[in-house]
Structure formats: structure tokens, C-alpha cells
């Protein structure tokens, strides 16, 4: 029986497949799915099993999803299909009889109000409507959310967003990955749910002041209204409804709905989570 891990062409995924091999799982025994398997070749090479997978494409997943006992769901990045797609690759982890399926949701996905935290929703409803053997890993943000956009920060003196005062409780995709493959190999987590995030919280303003102390160079930040910041955005050259749910999403930010302190993600992977000052200082090297 294997573990399968969705997604595994993206970053997310990859971090997860290391991170079990880490823990020691037997490469044999890990799946690693995508779209587009080319960009993982050196994951078969390494003897990890690699298997095409289309979420559009029912018997593709089923395929794809065969001998399958826990599988990690990542969720897909085309807001638009996202429902849909997490649907087929429900039934299809069902039809594989799996044990345990983790899937990466988002912070307070619940009772969240923005339009990606609805998406997330939506298929954890379906989880249940299925009674699938889940596990819900509410991810906040990725410190390389914002690690990303040094290099425009550091040439224009500062970042710009709508999140007000709002705290993020980001942690970094390899914590994220960390704790997906302790949720895959230790026992325990069926039904549960965890609120993923940083140990240390932060506002936009301080995250400027964090790369501030560590670069030498004045950041500040700016806060737009929402429209001010799609503009802005689509101006860099960000797709129009891209720039719409990030400004969404700063929005949810400034509600708190990014924020945990539940101490999850520290529990999970077993240390403290990675700091904003590392995440800055490993960016700029």
C-alpha cells in the first residue's frame, strides 16, 4: 500500500515527498502524482513511484490514486475549477479504498469570508457529505508569499497591500510539508482538524520593518484600499482575478482570518516553526 501525494510537480508537494522520505518511508512506497510528470523525473530516479494524474480527467485519478492507503490532496490552484476538481479526486481516493486522506485546506476555512477560503469550504463539506476518512490541514500563508516579493520591495522602498493591522500567522512550505508527512505517517489524526500556522505573527508594517533590519534599507508599507491595490497589482502584470483574490484575501487578513495561535503546526513537525527573520535572511542568500 502507498502513500500519494498530489500536486507533487509544484512546490508543496515536492517538500511533502521529501519529507517523507525523511521520516523514512521506503521511496517505493511513495506515489507522487501530477499533471505534467516531466518536472519530476529526478523523483522517479530516486526510486519514488511517479504517476500522471489530471484532476479534470476522472480515470486519470483513478489510476493514478490505485493501491492507494493515505493520500495527500493539495488543493489546486485555479480558483475557479478548484471545487470540482477536489471533487474527482475525493471519489477517486474513495474508490481506492484509502484509510486517511489529508487535505490541505485553508485557516478558519469554516467560518473565513474570502472568496478562496470558500472554495476550501466547499470541499471540506464534500469530504463530510462523503464521510471520507479525513484529516483537515487549514493552512495559513507561506512566508514565501512575501519572501517572493523582496526583490520589488527593495527597488520601489516598500511592499504594498490591503491588510490594515491585520495578523498573519505565515510559517514556510517546508513546516507546511513537514507537518502533511507526520499527518501520513504517525497515528492519530483521522478526523482531525488542525489550524496551521507561524509561532510568531505578523503585520505587513512589520514584516517591512523585518526586512528593514535585515538589508539595512529603509521598507516601509503601504496600505491601499482594495481597488487601489488590483490596480496596482494588474499594473505589475498579475492577472485580473489573481489580483482580486490576493486583495481579497488582504482583506481576510485584516479580519484576522490568517491569524491561529493554536500551536498546531509547532506540535506537528515536532520544533519551533521557521521565523520571518530566517525566512528573509535565506531569500536575500
Do not use: C
Amino acid at each position: 500500500m502507498s502513500i500519494i501525494v498530489t500536486g507533487a510537480t509544484g512546490q508543496l508537494g515536492r517538500l511533502t515527498v521529501a519529507a517523507l522520505v525523511r521520516r523514512g518511508v521506503p521511496a517505493s512506497q511513495i506515489v507522487a502524482t501530477g499533471r505534467d510528470v516531466t518536472g519530476i523525473k529526478d523523483l522517479a530516479d530516486r526510486g519514488v513511484v511517479v504517476r500522471p494524474a489530471d484532476f479534470a480527467d476522472s480515470d486519470s485519478l483513478k489510476a493514478a490514486f490505485t493501491g492507494a492507503d493515505k493520500l495527500l490532496l493539495i488543493s489546486t490552484t485555479v480558483v475557479g475549477e478548484r471545487v470540482a476538481n477536489h471533487r474527482r479526486a475525493v471519489d477517486a481516493a474513495l474508490a481506492a479504498g484509502v484509510s486517511l486522506l489529508a487535505y490541505t485546506s485553508m485557516a478558519h476555512a469554516d467560518t473565513a469570508t474570502t472568496i478562496l477560503a470558500a472554495t476550501h469550504r466547499a470541499t471540506e463539506e464534500y469530504l463530510r457529505e462523503r464521510q471520507a476518512p479525513a484529516a483537515l490541514l487549514r493552512n495559513s500563508w507561506y512566508l514565501e508569499n512575501y519572501t517572493a516579493q523582496l526583490p520589488l520591495a527593495l527597488q520601489h522602498g516598500s511592499f504594498i497591500g490591503a491588510a490594515g493591522q491585520g495578523r498573519v500567522s505565515a510559517a514556510s512550505r517546508a513546516d507546511y510539508a513537514e507537518a502533511a508527512a507526520a499527518v501520513l505517517t504517525t497515528e492519530g489524526h483521522l478526523g482531525a482538524t488542525y489550524e496551521l500556522g507561524g509561532d510568531r505573527a505578523f503585520t505587513l508594517a512589520e514584516l517591512a520593518a523585518a526586512v528593514t533590519a535585515a538589508t539595512g534599507k529603509p521598507i516601509g508599507y503601504t496600505d491601499l484600499p482594495a481597488d487601489e491595490l488590483v490596480e496596482a497589482l494588474t499594473a505589475m502584470g498579475m492577472p485580473a482575478d489573481t489580483a482580486q483574490a490576493v486583495a481579497d484575501a488582504d482583506l481576510g487578513l485584516a479580519r484576522g482570518e490568517l491569524f491561529t495561535d493554536s500551536g498546531d503546526l509547532a506540535r506537528l513537525i515536532g520544533r519551533p516553526t521557521t521565523t520571518l527573520a530566517d525566512a528573509i535572511a535565506d531569500a536575500l542568500r
